[in-house]
């Protein structure tokens, strides 16, 4: 009987379910979507329970457009965004809706945490930097705004985490995930009452699940799940991992001289490392989906998701004649941007509409309009804001190892062969673009295959089921004129902080 593996993925706002071969084919992917709610300025939540009926409806679909047997499914593993809070009661009912990981409501606990020297004193233990996302952040808001509702709580989850529970009926906290909460003593690999103190929410220390590795298996599918997914009763259920584990292991991220960055909702750019990097100067050190291995993350909300607001926010009508044409505003992007060579124009876009990495309360803007510019102008300067905000965090990560001779590249903006040949040319380095169309999936996908012992180990399972199929090449000849459209970002950025 052949054998396939799922993996789902739960994004800010698109669930994806994705079945895999052995050897990494992509067999089927299916995806469904749930509503951001934004009930008061700077808070961004989902009903959870919409978000588990979106995730029957993408594994149902999936199942269905493979046209295999849910008794072909060896095994199911779940990836999600990081942070945020999932609250259930003793029965699994959601008591909040669940909050994303842009929410900011918490933001001034965060900027206390710094100034009073909290931060200082936890950063040995968490290696990482606080936000106002994370689980402490938004524990400390509710302990000062409502904080009935944790009382009602029984579990505070991560969203795969959720996602598992509502699978399984089981309670784990995996640690990939938990490492990034900013919890955990991460060196420990454990909770640490300590921490909980530090931020004033040990109260809430019993909220959390017991913890797990990405390759455990964390339960079975229930008869009931079963029924509502089409999956087998019994599949066993992995542990999972964060989304940024996913995608580096789905881009074959398994030893320190790679390089991955995910250009999605946030800027993701990241390596391994053997040893943690501990530093004020680094945003996040954390587990590895790989025992013995550190993920070392420099990242910001400053990525894709940009171009999402301006296509929804200024290309509606340009959207709907394009589709009707049966095409993507997507292809169309491209197209124009590709018209705009980079010394035509000087616009510059600070791409901080979701959050920034030069300062909490930096604003996206534009600069440098003309009356003669158009939409085009506006496209490529999102595009190489989006790099340059890339760029920044590289820079940062290269104080702490070599340059890499390649990165591999993974989120919604890989599709873009234009986005990517400018990656290439920004960065002076050459783009590498592995298989397959969802790369949360696929990872989620491997690390199933672990759990369940198809594969002995990560590194044997990205060898088995990565594949790379684009090379994007740099042009030398783009240095000059990216080096001098990056000076100006960077300059603007400094000029307008006061303004901030």
Not at 194 to 210: H, S, T
Request: a negative charge.
């Amino acid at each position: 009987m052949p054998k396939y593996l799922l993996g789902i993925d739960n994004g800010g706002t698109v669930i994806k379910a994705g079945l895999y071969d052995l050897n990494g084919r992509e067999i089927a992917v299916a995806t469904s979507k749930t509503q951001m709610l934004m009930p008061t300025p700077g808070h961004a939540e989902r009903d959870a329970n919409e978000l588990w009926s979106a995730n029957v409806q993408a594994i149902a679909a999936v199942i269905r457009q493979s046209g295999i047997s849910p008794d072909e499914i060896i095994a199911v593993a779940t990836t999600g965004h990081g942070n945020g809070l999932y609250l259930v009661d003793a029965q699994g009912n959601p008591v909040y809706p669940g909050i994303c990981s842009t929410d900011v409501r918490a933001q001034k606990y965060v900027q206390q945490w710094y100034a009073d020297g909290t931060f200082e004193r936890v950063l040995p233990k968490t290696m990482q930097s606080i936000w106002a996302a994370q689980p402490v952040a938004l524990l400390a808001w509710f302990r000062d705004h409502q904080p009935e509702v944790v009382e009602q709580a029984r579990w505070a989850f991560m969203c795969k985490d959720y996602l598992r529970y509502r699978l399984t009926g089981e309670a784990y906290a995996e640690i990939t995930d938990m490492s990034g909460s900013s919890l955990m003593n991460i060196r420990d690999v454990t909770y640490d009452q300590e921490l909980f103190q530090a931020y004033g929410i040990e109260r809430y220390a019993d909220k959390f699940p017991p913890l797990k590795h990405s390759a455990e298996i964390c339960g079975h599918v229930t008869k009931a799940a079963a029924e509502q997914t089409g999956l087998r009763a019994g599949t066993p259920v992995a542990g999972g991992l964060f989304d940024i584990d996913a995608c580096g292991i789905a881009t074959g991220m398994i030893t320190p001289e790679k390089l991955c960055l995910v250009v999605g909702t946030w800027s993701i750019n990241q390596y391994i490392s053997p040893t943690p990097i501990v530093s004020k100067s680094i945003f996040m050190t954390s587990l590895y989906c790989i025992p013995g291995y550190w993920l070392v993350l420099e990242g910001s909300p400053t990525s894709a998701s940009n171009q999402e607001w301006f296509i929804a926010e200024f290309l509606g009508e340009a959207q709907t004649l394009t589709e009707q044409d049966g095409h993507s505003i997507y292809e169309r992007c491209n197209e124009w941007v590709a018209q705009i060579a980079p010394e035509e124009s000087h616009i510059i876009f600070l791409p901080f509409l979701y959050g920034a990495n030069v300062g909490w309360d930096a604003s996206a803007c534009f600069l440098g309009i003309k009356g003669w510019h158009h939409r085009a102008h506006l496209l490529r300067a999102i595009y190489e804001g989006v790099i340059f905000s890339h760029r920044t965090h590289i820079e940062k990560l290269l104080a702490f190892r070599e340059p890499p001779q390649a990165i591999r590249l993974t989120g919604g903006a890989a599709r873009s062969e234009v986005w990517m040949q400018m990656f290439a040319d920004v960065l002076q380095t050459s783009i590498e673009i592995t298989a397959g169309t969802e790369l949360g999936t696929l990872g989620a996908a491997i690390c199933g295959g672990v759990a369940t012992g198809v594969f002995p180990s990560f590194e044997q399972a990205a060898a088995n089921m990565v594949q790379m199929t684009r090379v994007y090449t740099p042009d030398a000849s783009k240095q000059a004129i990216y080096a001098e459209k990056y000076a100006a970002y960077r300059q603007a950025i400094a000029t307008l902080r006061p303004l901030s």
